[in-house]
C-alpha cells in the first residue's frame, strides 16, 4: 500500500486515463480522506469516471491501485465502494493472461499491483459489515489464479471460511463464486440456501455451456425467481449485476430461458425479470415470438405500475405482426389496455392495430395519432376512405418531425396517390416540415403546377443537402429535366466527407445519371465500405450493367449493417456468385438473430437478412 505522503513520487502527468493526462488522479485519491463525504462520493465517481471508463482501463490505473488499497483500509466509510472499484479494475477473461497482449496491457498491470497488496485487504473478509465482506470477495476473486503460492493459500482458506460459516448467505454465495476462481467446483446443488444453490448452478453453467441439463436449469428457473437485493452494487463480471449475469447465461439457452421466465413470471414477475428475459429472448433468437408474447401476456396482471405494463405492451406492439395469428386473449388484452391512461393506452392500441383487431380501426378514428395510424394504413387497407381524410387533417394542423414524416408514409401505405395529398405535402415543403419526405412523396406522382416546380427549384437550392437532393429528384420525376439534379449532386459527390447518403440517393435518376459516371467510378475502391456499397449500386443502377457491382458487393456482405444493405443490392440486380451460398445459408438458417433491431425500421434487420438470403438461394 503506498499512502497519500506518496502520490507525488508518481509522475501523474506523464501517465493518462480516459481524459488525457492524468494530473486530477492525486487529488481526487486525497479527496478520498476528505471529511465531507459529498467529496469523497464526489471522487469516487470521478475516478470511476477517468481511471476506469465503460469498462476500459488505462496507464494512470495501475499506479493508483497501492493508493487504493491504502484508503480501504483507512477510510471506513467508503470501504466496500473502494475495494469495488479495485475490483472492477483488475476485472479480466482469466484466460487472457495467456494471450500475447497481456503481459504489456493495463490490465495485467493493475493485476500485477492489486496481488502485491492484497495481503492487505484480506482483513475486510473479515468487516461486520456484509457489503464489505462481499466486495472484498470480489477482489480476491479478480486475481486468485495470478497470487503467488504462499498468499493464494492464505487467501483461499479465508475464503473457505466465509463459505462455511458467514452468518449472511449471500456471502457464502459469493464465497462459492470465488472459490471457483480458485479452481475449486464445490457441489451445492442440495445446499438449503437458495442463493447458493444459485450461484453453483451459474457457474455449472458457466463450465458446461448451453444446453444446460435439467437439473441446473431447474435450479436456476426455481432460485432465480427473486433479485438479489444487492446484486446491482456487487457486479462479478465488469460491471455486470450478478441478476444480469444470470440473464445472459439464461439467454444462450433459449430453452432454459423461456422455462425460467414462465417459472419467474409465474411466482409474480419479481422486478420485472421474468418480462425482461423475455424481452432478451426476442432480441437474441428467432421465431420466438409467440412463446415469448404468450409470456408477456402472462406478466402483464404482475406488473407493479403502469411503466412495467407498458414495457410488456411495448414489446408486445413491436413483435405482434410476427405472429401469424394473435389469438383471441391477447386482443382482447390488447383492447382492455387500449383503454387505460396514456402510457399504457398508446402501445396497447398500436399492438391491437399491429394484431389487425377490427375494434382497433374505430379507435384510431376517434384518438388518431401520426403511429397508429401509419399502422392502421397498413393493418386496415379497405378502410383508406376512412382514414386519409383523418391523416390529411392531422398533417396540415402543422405536425413536425417523426410525427409529420409518421403521417406521409401512412399516406403511401394507404396508397394514397401524391396528387391527392398535394396541398399538404406542399405546404410541409413550403414550412420545412419533413421537407424531405415530402419532397420524395411529391416527386413519386404528384402534379405539375407552376407552384409545385417553383418550390421544388427553391428546396433544390437548400443548404440542407438531404433536401438539396430530394427537391432535385422530385423534379426530374415530375418533368424528366435532370439538369437540376445533376447540377446538385455534382456539388454533393465533389465535397468533402462521406457521400454514400447522396449516392443511394442519385439511383433514382437511372441512366440520366450517366454524366456523374467520372465521379462515381473512383469511388468504388473507397476505403469506407459504405461507400464503395452506395457506389457500386449506383453504378449497377447507371449502366445497367452488372459487371463492376457484383463483385463489389459479394465482398461486402456479412451479418452487419452494411453487409445488409450490400445483400439487398445484390438481391435487386438478382445475382448470387457460387461462392456466397454457404454465407446466405447461415443467415437463411441460423436460429440465432444475427442483427439487432434498429429503433423506428418498419422490418427488423435481421428478419430482411433472413429474407433477401433465401430469396437469393431460390436463384439458379
Known amino acids: 500500500m503506498r499512502s497519500p505522503a506518496e502520490l507525488d513520487h508518481v509522475r501523474w502527468h506523464d501517465l493518462t486515463h480516459a481524459h488525457g493526462p492524468a494530473a486530477d488522479v492525486p487529488d481526487l485519491i486525497r479527496a478520498l480522506y476528505a471529511d465531507d463525504g459529498d467529496t469523497a462520493e464526489g471522487a469516487i465517481q470521478e475516478l470511476y469516471g477517468n481511471i476506469h471508463h465503460q469498462g476500459t482501463v488505462y496507464p494512470a490505473s495501475a499506479p493508483a491501485v497501492p493508493f487504493l488499497a491504502h484508503a480501504v483500509r483507512h477510510v471506513p466509510g467508503r470501504r466496500d465502494e473502494l475495494l469495488m472499484l479495485l475490483a472492477v479494475l483488475a476485472d479480466h477473461d482469466p484466460e487472457d493472461t495467456e494471450s500475447p497482449h497481456w503481459p504489456g496491457s493495463s490490465v495485467a498491470a493493475i493485476c500485477a499491483e492489486l496481488a502485491r497488496v492484497l495481503p492487505d485487504l484480506l482483513p475486510c473478509l ?31 482458506h479465508r475464503v473457505e471460511e466465509l463459505y462455511a460459516t458467514d452468518p449472511v448467505v449471500v456471502v457464502r454465495a459469493d464465497a462459492l463464486v470465488a472459490l471457483s476462481r480458485f479452481g475449486r467446483e464445490v457441489e451445492a446443488y442440495d445446499s438449503p440456501f437458495a442463493e447458493v444453490r444459485l450461484a453453483a448452478a451459474m457457474l455449472a453453467a458457466e463450465r458446461s455451456g448451453p444446453p444446460y441439463e435439467k437439473r441446473l436449469v431447474d435450479v436456476l428457473a426455481e432460485d432465480g425467481a427473486e433479485p438479489d437485493p444487492g446484486s446491482d452494487d456487487f457486479p462479478w463480471t465488469g460491471t455486470w449485476s450478478s441478476d444480469e449475469h444470470l440473464t445472459r447465461l439464461l439467454t444462450r439457452d433459449v430453452d432454459a430461458g423461456l422455462t425460467a421466465a414462465a417459472r419467474w413470471i409465474a411466482v409474480g414477475d419479481l422486478g420485472s425479470r421474468g418480462s425482461r428475459l423475455g424481452r432478451d429472448i426476442l432480441d437474441t433468437w428467432r421465431d420466438r415470438e409467440p412463446q415469448v408474447l404468450g409470456l408477456l401476456l402472462a406478466a402483464l396482471p404482475h406488473q407493479r405500475d403502469t411503466r412495467g405494463s407498458a414495457r410488456c405492451l411495448t414489446t408486445i406492439s413491436e413483435w405482434v405482426e410476427r405472429l401469424p395469428e394473435p389469438g383471441a386473449d391477447l386482443r382482447d388484452t390488447l383492447h382492455h389496455y387500449a383503454h387505460t391512461e396514456e402510457e399504457t393506452a398508446a402501445p396497447a392500441l398500436l399492438a391491437l392495430v399491429r394484431s389487425r383487431d377490427p375494434r382497433a380501426l374505430e379507435l384510431v378514428l376517434r384518438n388518431p395519432g401520426p403511429e397508429t395510424l401509419r399502422a392502421a394504413a397498413t393493418s386496415f387497407p379497405e378502410a383508406a376512405d376512412r382514414l386519409v381524410p383523418l391523416v390529411r387533417r392531422t398533417l396540415a394542423d402543422g405536425a413536425t418531425g417523426n410525427e409529420a414524416i409518421a403521417l406521409i408514409d401512412a399516406l403511401a401505405r394507404s396508397g394514397t396517390a401524391a396528387r391527392q395529398a398535394q396541398p399538404e405535402l406542399l405546404d410541409c415543403l413550403r414550412t420545412r416540415r419533413a421537407a424531405v419526405v415530402a419532397a420524395r412523396r411529391i416527386g413519386r406522382g404528384g402534379v405539375v403546377t407552376p407552384e409545385t416546380t417553383s418550390l421544388l427549384h427553391e428546396a433544390a437550392q437548400s443548404i440542407d443537402p438531404s433536401l438539396s437532393a430530394a427537391a432535385a429528384l422530385a423534379l426530374h420525376q415530375l418533368t424528366g429535366d435532370a439538369d437540376p439534379a445533376l447540377r446538385v449532386f455534382e456539388g454533393l459527390l465533389s465535397a468533402q466527407g462521406p457521400v454514400h447518403w447522396h449516392l443511394s440517393s442519385l439511383q433514382a435518376l437511372g441512366s440520366a445519371a450517366a454524366p456523374l459516371l467520372p465521379l462515381i467510378e473512383p469511388l468504388l475502391t473507397a476505403r469506407y465500405e459504405w461507400t464503395r456499397t452506395a457506389a457500386a449500386e449506383a453504378h449497377h443502377k447507371v449502366t445497367g450493367s452488372p459487371q463492376r457491382a457484383v463483385p463489389i458487393l459479394a465482398a461486402l456482405i456479412g451479418a452487419t449493417p452494411v ?39 418498419d422490418v427488423h434487420p435481421d428478419e430482411e437478412l433472413r429474407t433477401l438470403a433465401r430469396s437469393l438461394l431460390s436463384l439458379t
Open 126 to 156: 473479515g468487516d461486520p459489515a456484509r457489503a464489505v465482506r462481499r466486495a472484498a470477495l470480489r477482489v480476491v476473486a479478480a486475481v486468485a489464479r495470478l497470487l503467488p503460492p504462499e498468499v493464494r493459500a492464505t487467501a483461499e
Open 563 to 601: 453487409g445488409l444493405c450490400a445483400l439487398r443490392a445484390l438481391a435487386a440486380i438478382g445475382q448470387v456468385p457460387e461462392e456466397l451460398r454457404p454465407t446466405l445459408r447461415s443467415f437463411a438458417f441460423s436460429p440465432l438473430r444475427l442483427l439487432p433491431a434498429i429503433p423506428f425500421a
